[in-house]
């Protein structure tokens, strides 16, 4: 005869709760592990089966007043800003207001090429519109004041890539400013405006808006390019009008929890606009969302990188799980993170990256590795000195502090790489090492 064991309700809701708090602990104590080793600062936000597993703050929103990042911290997202202007135009399409098989010239009647350009190019990335944020010039000195549509406008309109609208898929900014513009125009109203009217007060979202730089907030976080044990390099606020509806949108993890949700579940767009959002057109890429797999699950989301901040937003529908990350520091890989997390969520094995310790070296050997290093023609890495502190900028990139492990040998926190210098036979430094992803990429310095 069977034995047939019945669980009370009470003992399973003990046994789900205990499961629950068992996957909190595991994923408070990974993340506390890359906040100790200066990889994570910011706040997290993970659900599942629409319960919160975990919303806590790590590390600080202002290094400087030892202010600690929690769940009501105010972040930069960046381009997780393009899955709400996508919303925003799939909206007015239902509403009769656009198609997105309408042609640019609609509504920019002398755009080049604008005849076979589509609203769904842009949306695509598969316009081959020239991505301003590829101007150096521009992204050296001009990201830091307003500027007008006409201004933005001329970065990237007569700036021909040569690819043919559609043919494939070229990531570009310009595509979502374009986008922006025309809510604008079909609307009647500013791209806040509309934000504001079309998602933010039906869903309640009272602590996200687009005006980073002007907000007044008690919980605004200070964005960094990094930070150490005692303080941070802060970096300057992009200004909203040239991120725009590309990356101008600030929020905390909580109102971004309901936007996710509200997308996920057809509360703004139609469960059939949703599928077709979230459908690879070119490569992993929907219309405005990121497509993907993480632990052999569908993952849909986008992340975001804007001075001094960084994102990542994706559902995964199969294990019904939303994971959320933002931090004020630029030195964080949240990709890595993330499926670390999944792979808490799903019970299968973490593959923590190698933590590395800092060896402190005196200043005057730190000097002999400041320099400009010649990878490939037109492809540098410059190390810098400031104070004690070591950088790496690599051509048309973002300034990365490195870590000493031992002499000659420095680490990224930011991404899985290493660089090793070498010295020739009277001791002085005259190459490196770029060693990531098994490769070797040698650079000689210059003189």
């Not at 993170?337 to 094995?349: A, D």
């Not at 001791?427 to 490196?432: A, F, G, I, P, T």
């Amino acid at each position: 005869m069977k034995r047939i064991i019945v669980l009370s309700a009470a003992a399973l809701l003990f046994y789900v709760n205990a499961t629950a708090q068992s996957t909190t602990k595991t994923i408070d104590s990974v993340l506390s592990l890359y906040y100790k080793h200066g990889m994570f600062n910011g706040t997290a936000l993970v659900y599942q089966y629409g319960r919160p597993v975990l919303v806590k703050g790590y590390g600080y929103r202002d290094v400087a007043k030892k202010l600690p990042n929690d769940s009501n911290t105010v972040f930069q997202i960046g381009s997780v800003s393009k899955t709400f202007t996508s919303v925003m135009i799939m909206m007015l399409q239902e509403q009769g207001k656009l198609n997105v098989k309408d042609k640019l010239t609609k509504y920019f009647p002398d755009y080049p090429d604008g005849d076979k350009t589509t609203i769904e190019n842009l949306l695509t990335h598969t316009s081959g519109i020239y991505n301003y944020t590829e101007d150096t010039a521009f992204a050296n000195s001009g990201m830091y004041s307003h500027k007008s549509r006409k201004e933005m406008m001329s970065l990237f309109k007569d700036k021909l890539t040569g690819i043919e609208p559609g043919s494939k898929f070229s990531y570009s900014n310009s595509n979502y400013l374009l986008l922006g513009y025309i809510i604008e125009d079909v609307t009647g109203k500013t791209y806040y405006a509309a934000l504001r009217d079309m998602i933010l007060l039906p869903l309640g979202m009272k602590n996200t808006g687009c005006n980073f730089s002007g907000l007044k907030n008690k919980n605004k976080a200070t964005g960094y390019y990094s930070i150490d044990d005692v303080n941070g390099m802060k970096a300057p606020a992009v200004d909203s009008s040239v991120s725009y509806a590309a990356g101008c949108i600030y929020t905390t993890v909580t109102d971004l929890y309901k936007w996710a949700d509200a997308v996920h579940h057809a509360k703004l767009i139609s469960a059939e606009s949703w599928k077709l959002m979230t459908t690879p057109f070119k490569e992993y890429y929907g219309y405005g969302w990121m497509i993907g797999e993480t632990i052999g699950k569908k993952s849909i989301g986008h992340n975001g990188s804007i001075h001094g901040f960084g994102s990542n937003l994706f559902l995964t529908p199969d294990d019904a799980g939303t994971i959320i990350l933002i931090s004020n520091c630029m030195d964080n890989d949240q990709a890595q993170i993330r499926r670390n997390i999944s792979s808490v969520l799903n019970n299968k094995r973490l593959e923590l990256p190698e933590f590395r310790s800092e060896m402190k070296l005196a200043a005057g050997v730190l000097k002999d590795y400041v320099g400009v290093y010649q990878l490939a023609p037109g492809f540098n890495i410059t190390i810098t000195m400031e104070g004690e502190k070591m950088y790496a900028q690599a051509t048309g990139q973002t300034k990365l502090r490195i870590y000493s492990q031992r002499r000659d040998y420095f680490f990224f926190k930011v991404v899985n790489a290493q660089i090793s210098f070498h010295r020739n036979v009277y001791s002085k430094v005259e190459k490196m090492e770029l060693i990531q992803n098994g490769r070797i990429l040698p650079g000689m310095k210059k003189d």
